[in-house]
């Protein structure tokens, strides 16, 4: 029984060694693809990444990263995640929260083979979803100079070849980017966080790294900044206010043609409007133009622009919105006699004229004014016009109650009753009499006035 069971095992011991000859290349050796390391071998196989290793063991990555990908990895050495410990007062890789590591370290993982020849300076979305709204956290690639990443880690090794992918080491770890590490990052924006922090201000700073809520930023580059000369001699941090929504993240696939609220104010306290037309691009109040799209932060996302955003006036609006083209018609070419714009484009009163801030616009839409059996001659125009307009106040909607009336700027009363009938938030009586005009839409808040929307043109009493 015994001399079989030996002849069994010489006999499979020459059989395998039959099988490795046939499997061998022409110099004996085995094939190369049994001989090539995956990323997670490459990093197993250096010593200077087995804290690497330990971390992707513990935060269950191993099997993720010897998937076919193909993946880039920009790999931290032992000394950088000892500074990272240290620096996040972690005693040891074990006292990292795994939800926390596992995010660190598939920011530092991106889809595709980039290797540093196909590198530029860009965005490139990570494979961590620690991003607001569960969205892929960007990366901010920087080739000025070698290759930086999100402004603090350096490409010391780079393309490190692997059967799924390439391995850049990188000098320093790569943490989990907020709004501000993000602006901080790219050189574009230098102007931008200059602003930002102007005489040691950490209002803007101790706001966009709040954990506590979600941001949407828009954020002016350098040429903006540089172009822009502030004629309305606005208050530099409201307008940089201007620039942000709070409260929500706002990815490009989500925008639509629509009126937000930013934190910018106006001398009243009240949030200023925003508006965002999507038909071409990404366009902002009508001058500011999206460049960069979905920056993406732990605690919101930017999106880089062409101009810097005024504070608007209800000018500002009329212009911006499509909706209104037939109004800016008639304010403009139509009624050359009058300076419309100028005249609603004020933010100080005092010129004599009758016509000072702050306004109360009743906005008529382009279906509005096509309702019309033909657009009045510019005298009749003209006074048309300014009945849509109470001069002196802002009334936003919840200053309204039922029965109230203003005097609009052509002289004749208007008479706002809540609630409206059938969609109208309210509906309104015109100074001739007509009762089947309709606010809906409102609070569109301008610097210097509000808008409220109709859906007919209103029309004054033409016998006084």
């Known amino acids: 029984m015994k001399t079989t069971s030996n002849f069994f095992k010489a006999f499979l011991f020459v059989f395998a060694l039959v099988v490795m000859a046939s499997c061998s290349n022409d110099d004996g050796d085995l094939p190369v693809e049994n001989q090539d390391p995956d990323i997670v071998d490459l990093a197993v196989a250096t010593d200077d990444l087995s804290i690497l290793v330990a971390a992707l063991q513990r935060a269950d990555l191993v099997s993720a990263l010897q998937a076919d990908g193909p993946f880039t990895v920009f790999a931290p050495t032992n000394a950088a995640f000892e500074a990272f410990l240290t620096a996040n007062n972690f005693a040891t890789l074990e006292d990292v929260p795994v939800d926390?590591?596992?995010?660190?370290?598939?920011?530092?993982?991106?889809?595709?083979?980039?290797?540093?020849?196909?590198?530029?300076?860009?965005?490139?979305?990570?494979?961590?979803?620690?991003?607001?709204?569960?969205?892929?956290?960007?990366?901010?690639?920087?080739?000025?100079?070698?290759?930086?990443?999100?402004?603090?880690?350096?490409?010391?090794?780079?393309?490190?070849?692997?059967?799924?992918?390439?391995?850049?080491?990188?000098?320093?770890?790569?943490?989990?980017?907020?709004?501000?590490?993000?602006?901080?990052?790219?050189?574009?924006?230098?102007?931008?966080?200059?602003?930002?922090?102007?005489?040691?201000?950490?209002?803007?700073?101790?706001?966009?790294?709040?954990?506590?809520?979600?941001?949407?930023?828009?954020?002016?580059?350098?040429?903006?900044?540089?172009?822009?000369?502030?004629?309305?001699?606005?208050?530099?941090?409201?307008?940089?206010?201007?620039?942000?929504?709070?409260?929500?993240?706002?990815?490009?696939s989500g925008l639509s043609n629509s009126y937000v609220?930013?934190?910018?104010?106006?001398?009243?306290?009240?949030?200023?409007?925003?508006?965002?037309?999507?038909?071409?691009?990404?366009?902002?109040?009508?001058?500011?133009?999206?460049?960069?799209?979905?920056?993406?932060?732990?605690?919101?996302?930017?999106?880089?622009?062409?101009?810097?955003?005024?504070?608007?006036?209800?000018?500002?609006?009329?212009?911006?919105d499509p909706n209104f083209s037939t109004l800016v018609s008639a304010l403009t070419e139509l009624t050359p006699g009058t300076d419309f714009a100028g005249i609603l484009s004020r933010t100080e009163g005092g010129n004599g004229d009758g016509f000072d801030p702050d306004f109360t616009v009743f906005a008529p839409t382009n279906e509005a004014f096509d309702a019309l059996a033909s657009i009045p001659d510019e005298p009749v125009l003209t006074q048309v016009l300014l009945h849509h307009v109470v001069g002196g106040a802002k009334v936003r909607s919840g200053d309204l109650t039922d029965g109230i009336m203003a005097t609009t700027l052509e002289g004749d009363d208007i008479t706002i009753n809540l609630p409206g009938t059938g969609d109208n938030i309210a509906d309104v009586t015109d100074g001739s009499g007509a009762s089947d005009i309709g606010i809906i839409a409102v609070d569109v808040q301008a610097g210097n006035g509000v808008i409220h929307v109709l859906n007919k043109v209103m029309i004054p009493n033409t016998n006084n």
């Open 100 to 252: 926390v590591l596992t995010q660190v370290l598939l920011n530092h993982v991106v889809s595709g083979e980039f290797t540093s020849g196909s590198l530029s300076t860009q965005y490139v979305s990570s494979l961590s979803t620690a991003g607001a709204g569960g969205n892929n956290l960007s990366l901010f690639i920087n080739t000025a100079s070698g290759v930086t990443i999100n402004g603090i880690s350096d490409v010391t090794t780079a393309d490190v070849d692997a059967t799924n992918g390439v391995v850049h080491i990188v000098d320093a770890v790569i943490g989990l980017p907020d709004i501000v590490d993000h602006a901080l990052a790219n050189p574009d924006l230098s102007e931008l966080v200059g602003a930002l922090t102007d005489g040691g201000n950490t209002t803007f700073t101790d706001l966009l790294s709040s954990d506590n809520e979600e941001f949407t930023v828009f954020a002016p580059v350098n040429a903006a900044f540089s172009a822009f000369t502030n004629p309305n001699g606005n208050e530099l941090a409201n307008i940089l206010s201007n620039h942000v929504i709070i409260g929500a993240t706002a990815v490009s």
């Open 261 to 320: 609220n930013t934190a910018g104010t106006n001398a009243d306290g009240d949030f200023l409007s925003l508006y965002i037309n999507t038909d071409s691009g990404v366009t902002l109040n009508g001058t500011s133009n999206v460049a960069a799209a979905d920056i993406i932060a732990t605690n919101g996302v930017i999106h880089a622009v062409d101009a810097v955003i005024d504070i608007p006036t209800v000018v500002t609006f009329a212009v911006a």
